[in-house]
């Protein structure tokens, strides 16, 4: 049975440290296409997400027809809200932060626990929750954080799931962090050449997945391309 647990304010024991990079911000809106960034040139560029919510569309619509879209709706908000949860313990835990973990549920508070001693392998934080842009992918979006990882500049992207995943199976995600990986360098000039997913899993201890950037370059321009050119179909089915 999962239950509340009780008021727990908890101290960061880590002090991470933050390098501080000065970052031209680009502004976010939401439109019926996905959201969008406005970048200080004047540029509009889709998401990272909206890009790669492209990518995964027919699974998602299988998944939907196969549970049905009652249980597709529970599944997805719950996902939602434990996922907007564990990102903000994550934050604030490499912000030397305190943390509230008394609106988790047993299970949640379960994950974050076993998930915590993951964020020791982090330091010398680049960037948290900042917002990038890049001219030559022509997207923008908002990283989970660039620092090193075990000593070695990353992205590095936290997930929630329900289940163990296998790498094959997460292609996106990969090309996700590649695409922050390729917006840093190309606002501030420093390489990062390692991306990091890291997996809080329902009953299970943490997947940590660790890969090369350019391993994902070539997919990601493919994948960006395919969007490019299903949004300019659709935009002449719309209004021929």
């Given at each position: ?9 908890c ?21 019926e ?5 406005s ?34 709706n ?15 313990l994550?934050?604030n ?9 008394s ?11 076993r ?6 392998n982090i ?14 992918l ?22 929630t ?6 790498k094959?199976?997460i292609?996106?995600y ?6 922050y ?6 606002m ?21 997945f660790?890969e ?7 997919k ?7 969007y ?13």
């Amino acid at each position: 049975m999962v239950g509340k647990t009780v008021a727990l304010i908890c101290i960061s024991k880590n002090m991470f440290k933050r390098i501080e990079i000065d970052l031209k911000i680009p502004e976010a809106e939401v439109t019926e296409h996905g959201r969008f960034y406005s970048t200080p040139e004047g540029n509009l560029y889709p998401s990272v997400t909206t890009v790669m919510s492209y990518h995964t569309r027919e699974a998602i619509k299988a998944w939907r027809e196969r549970v049905g879209e009652e249980e597709a709706n529970k599944i997805s908000n719950q996902s939602a809200t434990r996922g907007t949860k564990i990102h903000d313990l994550c934050e604030n835990v490499l912000l030397n932060k305190d943390i509230d973990t008394s609106n988790l549920s047993l299970l949640d508070k379960q994950m974050w626990d076993r998930f915590r001693p993951v964020l020791n392998n982090i330091d010398n934080i680049h960037a948290i929750e900042d917002p990038l842009y890049s001219d030559h992918l022509r997207m923008a979006g908002r990283v989970d954080c660039i620092a090193e990882w075990e000593g070695k500049l990353s992205v590095i992207d936290f997930k929630t799931s329900r289940k163990n995943k296998k790498k094959e199976w997460i292609d996106n995600y990969f090309m996700q962090c590649t695409s922050y990986a390729i917006m840093f360098e190309e606002m501030t000039g420093i390489p990062v050449p390692q991306i990091v997913v890291a997996i809080t899993v329902e009953d299970e201890f943490p997947q940590v997945f660790v890969e090369k950037r350019d391993n994902y370059v070539e997919k990601l321009l493919d994948l960006r391309l395919e969007y490019e050119r299903f949004e300019k179909l659709y935009a002449k089915v719309r209004f021929p």
